[in-house]
C-alpha cells in the first residue's frame, strides 16, 4: 500500500574541518605522550625528581606569565599615555611569552619544553613569522570569494535535506512595554 509519499533524501553532513577532525586525537596522544614520559623518567630520576621538576615549572610559568602581563600591561598604559594606539609595537613578544608560561605550568615534560622554547627571542620571531604568514593566507582564501557567497552560507539546513534561506526572529525577549515598572518607595 502506497500513499504517494516519497521516502526524504538521505541528508549528508558537512565536511568537517581538519582541525576539528584531528584536534581531539592529537590532544589525546599528546596527553599519552606526557604520562608516559613521566614515568619513564620517574624510573630513572625517582618520583619526588618528577614532582620537584612540575613544582618548579608551576612556579616558572607563573612567574613569567605575570611578567609577561605586567610588561604587556604597561606597554599598553605608555601608548594610551601617549595618544597612540594601544595596538602599537611596544608590547612584542608578550603573548607568546605568556603562552610560553601556560605551556610551563601545564604538568608534563613535553609542554615544559615547549614552553621554554618560546621564551627564546629567536623563536619566537620565527613563530610568530609563520603564524603571521598563515594568517595571512587564511584571510586571502576566505576574501577570495563574494559576498553572494558569504550569503549563500548563511543558510539553515532542515533534517530533510532542504536548505531554507532566511532569518531568525527570537520571541522569547521581553518587549519594552512588557517591562516591570521601577521600584518607588
Known amino acids: 500500500m502506497t500513499t504517494g509519499v516519497s521516502p526524504a533524501p538521505p541528508t549528508t553532513r558537512p565536511r568537517r574541518s581538519r582541525l576539528r577532525r584531528y584536534l ?19 624510573g630513572v630520576a625517582g618520583g619526588p625528581t618528577v614532582f620537584l621538576l612540575l613544582v618548579a615549572g608551576v612556579v616558572g610559568g607563573s612567574v613569567v606569565t605575570k611578567r609577561a602581563g605586567r610588561r ?26 605568556m603562552l610560553g608560561g601556560l605551556l610551563l605550568i601545564i604538568p608534563g615534560l613535553i609542554s615544559d619544553v615547549a614552553g621554554l622554547l618560546l621564551l ?43 536548505v531554507v534561506q532566511g532569518e531568525v526572529i527570537r520571541e522569547d525577549r521581553p518587549e519594552p512595554e512588557k517591562q516591570r515598572p521601577p521600584l518607588t518607595p
Not at 73 to 95: D, I, M, R, V, Y
Request: hydrophobic share 40%; aromatic share 6%; proline share 6%.
Open 24 to 42: 581531539p586525537l592529537g590532544l589525546a596522544a599528546w596527553l599519552v605522550l606526557e604520562i608516559w614520559l613521566l614515568t619513564q623518567v620517574a
Open 72 to 97: 604587556a600591561f604597561q606597554s599598553l598604559n605608555e601608548a594610551l599615555q601617549q595618544g597612540g594606539s594601544p595596538s602599537g609595537g611596544g608590547g612584542k613578544g608578550n603573548g607568546w611569552m
Open 120 to 162: 627564546l627571542p629567536p623563536v619566537q620571531k620565527a613563530v610568530s613569522r609563520s603564524a603571521e604568514s598563515a594568517l595571512d593566507r587564511r584571510l586571502r582564501r576566505s576574501a577570495s570569494g563574494s559576498l553572494g557567497d558569504a550569503f549563500q552560507q548563511a543558510r539553515i539546513h532542515r533534517p530533510d535535506g532542504k
